[in-house]
């Protein structure tokens, strides 16, 4: 059975971020009382960008223990890994260099690879090495942050493109309509199995996208990549300011 949406409004992206950062924290506490460690995927963007800042300042840098957590990314573009485009640097840069966290806790994509295929396969055995898991399920991540596009994608999974129906691989190379055009992202496999996928979006552009996502009433819409994030066991939770929530039917 698919998680049902737990949605949460806040005023503007600095109070989802702050929120998203607290929920987080309870996320990782959690994970690591069950099992030790917290292993979570990262993303890129404007808004996740405040949310790693809220992490890494003083109101909730030292309540958690750092040391603990496991870094994956959802996606990558296929950009050196100091390119301002690349989602390791903007993570670099506004979270693990701010708290501290040692190279071997993060797992980068390997996004300046010449063969991004070979590339995606060597960051899925990383992860099933990481979470121990066997080759004929997919790997499953305490937390998976994602953001959303106005055209409804998410992570670099992009409406039409072959990839949404491959339920084989956890990683894979794909293509984007956006610069850069080549990609390294998570599959909805990998998605759809993880305890927690957490979708923060912000801003009066996403607002359509956001009602179409949440609120569907066409089969296009359905079919949207961020439609099909239903994670099979785990929660899918939705944090949003006021303005990307404007079109929903509880506003």
């Not at 460690?37 to 750092?66: C, K, Q």
């Not at 997919?138 to 072959?162: C, K, N, R, V």
Request: hydrophobic share 45%; charged share 20%.
């Amino acid at each position: 059975m698919s998680a049902v949406p737990e949605i949460r409004i806040h005023s503007d992206s600095q109070a989802v971020a702050e929120a998203a950062a607290e929920f987080i924290l309870e996320v990782g506490r959690e994970a690591v009382r069950a099992k030790g460690r917290f292993v979570l995927a990262l993303s890129g963007g404007t808004t996740p960008e405040i949310l790693y800042r809220a992490l890494a300042s003083p109101a909730f840098a030292d309540r958690f223990d750092w040391s603990k957590a496991i870094f994956f990314f959802s996606d990558e573009r296929c950009v050196p890994p100091n390119d301002p485009r690349s989602n390791y640097a903007l993570a670099g840069k506004t979270l693990f260099t701010p708290l501290n966290i040692p190279s071997s806790q993060v797992y980068r994509m390997a996004g300046e690879s010449s063969d991004p295929q070979a590339a995606a396969s060597e960051y899925e055995q990383q992860l099933r090495l990481a979470t121990k898991t066997a080759p004929s399920v997919p790997p499953s991540l305490d937390l998976i942050l994602l953001g959303l596009g106005e055209d409804g994608h998410t992570a670099s999974l992009f409406p039409g493109t072959p990839i949404l129906r491959d339920y084989r691989r956890a990683i894979a190379a794909t293509q984007s309509p956006k610069d850069p055009p080549h990609r390294l992202t998570m599959t909805l496999a990998a998605i759809n199995r993880a305890s927690v996928v957490l979708f923060l979006t912000t801003g009066s552009g996403k607002a359509e996208v956001v009602r179409a996502i949440l609120d569907p009433k066409t089969e296009a819409e359905r079919q949207f990549p961020a439609s099909l994030v239903m994670p099979e066991e785990g929660r899918l939770v939705w944090f949003l300011d006021q303005a990307a929530a404007a079109k929903l039917p509880m506003q």
